[in-house]
């Protein structure tokens, strides 16, 4: 079944569009009897229907939003129609400024924004740099020793004591990593968790409670005005704010923490893992890339930064953006109702053949030659567009190229077991592991 195409020229006011063309109900029915993975059935809605489609999985609509005009106009262009509700992870991250609305949001989004551009990030370019240096000897160990290790835990490792070290001023010791396994533990559980809240928070309190120690121990040591020996971080920034602006309590403190804890290294982590993975399968993007300048040289780091970019559009940092109707629209010619659940689905934009030739193909090269890539800012957005765009945009890709640059040329990964498939949770993980241990790179 196909849509029908609407005119262009169609002005996007409320009460002028059609209905969203709506796949039928025994495509859902037979995904809910067998029960598969959401994108297996977001997929086959697209491919039925096109970058705008309707279907039913309870009893309110839900829209699937795809098409790059339409994205732009949902996150960008009207976000305050296409509204935040509870984000999945609120259970962890509290009212941080990921799941955080209306004004709070505002105050929350303004105090941080100016950590993550510009100056704010020049701050954080040592603790980055020093936070690689680390990895790049403990590779250099697992060289000499011929070690098997799994690169997903290493990626994590590096990208926990980028933010550590961002937000304490102190490199990540072995206790408090320990300690911070927490974070992921409930990360990973909160897709199968039941949907009652006390419940839910009860599967996982020891693990909450883990983290809330940890957050706890940081926020003391910032009042007490100890910086680490890198001088003080963003958990001071937000000690600061408390002396000036009252809603930023204990509590709230704790959740901007571990809201930028969690969202600071499992997406960078999980992109480096898949990043590895990719070179695996296709060691001449590896090569192209080295082989693009020198030690440090501007070209190298636009390579490098390709490899990042072409991992982002197969496995986008969130996979899905879930927003909510506030009021009636029009979207691309197609009346949306208030009330209904729109699902924004960068995964499925990024693999849309009709916007990226041969999409299932790694191809860094589609972000360094001239026209490689779509120009519409819908046509790939792996940390989202507009106002709610990740914050974190800049730290993630900064944190890694710094590690590929240190790593790529010295050690290459020799996989002993790789996963076999992908886990669409918040993020979009490896589902197992992935051992190797570590040979020197071709030509070396």
Same mark, same amino acid.
């Not at 037979?30 to 059935?41: M, T």
């Not at 399968?281 to 590896?286: E, L, T, Y």
């Given at each position: 079944?196909?849509?029908?195409?609407?005119?262009?020229?169609?002005?996007?006011? /409320?009460?002028?569009?059609?209905?969203?063309?709506?796949v039928?109900?025994?495509?859902?029915?037979?995904?809910?009897?067998?029960?598969?993975?959401?994108?297996?059935?977001?997929?086959q809605?697209?491919?039925?229907?096109?970058?705008?489609?309707?279907?039913?999985?309870?009893?309110t /609509?839900?829209?699937?939003?795809?098409?790059?005009?339409?994205?732009? !106009?949902?996150?960008?262009r !009207?976000?305050?129609?296409?509204?935040?509700?509870?984000?999945?992870?609120?259970?962890?991250?509290?009212?941080?400024?990921?799941?955080?609305?209306?004004?709070?949001?505002?105050?929350?989004?303004?105090?941080?924004?100016?950590?993550? &551009?510009?100056?704010?990030?020049?701050?954080?370019?040592?603790?980055?740099?020093?936070?690689?240096?680390?990895?790049?000897?403990?590779?250099?160990?697992?060289?000499?020793?011929?070690?098997?290790?799994?690169?997903?835990?290493?990626?994590?490792?590096?990208?926990?004591?980028?933010?550590?070290?961002?937000?304490?001023?102190?490199?990540?010791?072995?206790?408090?990593?320990?300690?911070?396994?927490?974070?992921?533990?409930?990360?990973?559980?909160?897709?199968?968790?039941?949907a009652?809240? &006390?419940?839910?928070?009860?599967a996982v309190?020891?693990?909450?409670?883990?983290?809330?120690?940890?957050?706890?121990?940081?926020?003391?040591?910032?009042?007490?005005?100890?910086?680490g020996?890198?001088? /003080?971080?963003?958990?001071?920034?937000?000690?600061?704010?408390?002396?000036?602006r009252?809603?930023?309590?204990?509590?709230?403190?704790?959740?901007?923490?571990?809201?930028?804890?969690?969202?600071?290294?499992?997406?960078?982590?999980?992109?480096?893992?898949?990043?590895?993975?990719?070179?695996?399968?296709?060691?001449?993007?590896?090569?192209?890339a080295?082989?693009?300048?020198?030690?440090?040289?501007?070209?190298?780091?636009?390579a490098?930064?390709?490899?990042?970019?072409?991992?982002?559009?197969?496995?986008?940092?969130?996979?899905?953006?879930?927003?909510?109707?506030?009021?009636?629209?029009?979207?691309?010619? !197609?009346?949306?109702?208030?009330?209904?659940?729109?699902?924004?689905?960068?995964?499925?934009?990024?693999?849309?053949?009709?916007?990226?030739?041969?999409?299932? !193909?790694?191809?860094?090269?589609?972000?360094?030659?001239?026209?490689?890539?779509?120009?519409?800012p819908?046509?790939?957005?792996p940390?989202?567009?507009?106002?709610?765009?990740?914050?974190?945009?800049?730290?993630?890709?900064?944190?890694?190229?710094?590690?590929?640059?240190?790593?790529?040329?010295?050690? &290459?990964?020799?996989?002993s077991?790789?996963?076999?498939?992908?886990?669409?949770?918040?993020?979009?993980?490896?589902?197992?592991?992935a051992?190797?241990?570590?040979?020197?790179?071709?030509?070396?």
């Amino acid at each position: 079944m196909e849509a029908e195409a609407g005119p262009a020229s169609l002005p996007d006011v /409320p009460g002028t569009g059609r209905p969203v063309p709506e796949v039928e109900p025994a495509l859902v029915e037979r995904w809910h009897s067998g029960r598969g993975e959401l994108v297996e059935l977001l997929s086959q809605v697209r491919e039925r229907i096109g970058g705008i489609a309707a279907f039913r999985l309870g009893p309110t /609509p839900t829209v699937l939003v795809t098409d790059p005009q339409a994205v732009q !106009h949902v996150l960008a262009r !009207h976000p305050e129609r296409y509204v935040k509700r509870s984000h999945r992870a609120r259970l962890l991250i509290g009212d941080g400024v990921m799941a955080a609305t209306g004004e709070a949001w505002k105050r929350q989004r303004r105090l941080l924004q100016s950590q993550f &551009t510009g100056t704010g990030m020049r701050r954080y370019e040592q603790r980055i740099t020093a936070a690689a240096r680390t990895t790049a000897e403990r590779w250099d160990g697992y060289a000499r020793t011929k070690e098997t290790f799994d690169v997903g835990r290493e990626m994590h490792r590096f990208a926990l004591d980028a933010i550590w070290r961002s937000l304490t001023g102190h490199p990540l010791d072995d206790g408090t990593e320990r300690e911070l396994t927490a974070v992921e533990a409930v990360a990973s559980a909160i897709p199968t968790l039941p949907a009652d809240i &006390t419940e839910a928070q009860d599967a996982v309190a020891a693990d909450l409670a883990r983290v809330d120690a940890v957050a706890r121990h940081a926020i003391e040591a910032a009042r007490s005005g100890a910086a680490g020996p890198d001088g /003080p971080g963003l958990v001071h920034v937000l000690t600061d704010a408390a002396t000036e602006r009252p809603e930023y309590t204990d509590r709230l403190i704790r959740d901007e923490l571990v809201t930028l804890l969690a969202a600071g290294h499992e997406t960078t982590a999980t992109t480096l893992t898949w990043l590895y993975l990719l070179l695996d399968q296709h060691p001449a993007a590896r090569e192209e890339a080295l082989a693009a300048g020198g030690e440090g040289s501007p070209q190298r780091r636009q390579a490098i930064q390709a490899l990042v970019h072409e991992t982002l559009r197969l496995y986008p940092s969130a996979w899905l953006l879930p927003r909510h109707a506030a009021e009636a629209d029009t979207l691309a010619g !197609h009346t949306v109702e208030a009330g209904t659940d729109i699902l924004v689905c960068p995964y499925l934009t990024h693999r849309d053949p009709e916007l990226w030739p041969d999409p299932e !193909h790694f191809d860094p090269r589609r972000f360094t030659t001239p026209d490689g890539r779509p120009a519409h800012p819908g046509a790939y957005f792996p940390f989202g567009i507009g106002p709610r765009a990740c914050l974190g945009l800049q730290f993630a890709l900064r944190e890694s190229t710094v590690l590929l640059e240190h790593l790529l040329p010295v050690h &290459t990964p020799a996989f002993s077991c790789t996963p076999t498939k992908a886990k669409y949770g918040i993020t979009v993980r490896p589902d197992g592991p992935a051992s190797a241990t570590l040979v020197p790179p071709l030509g070396s």
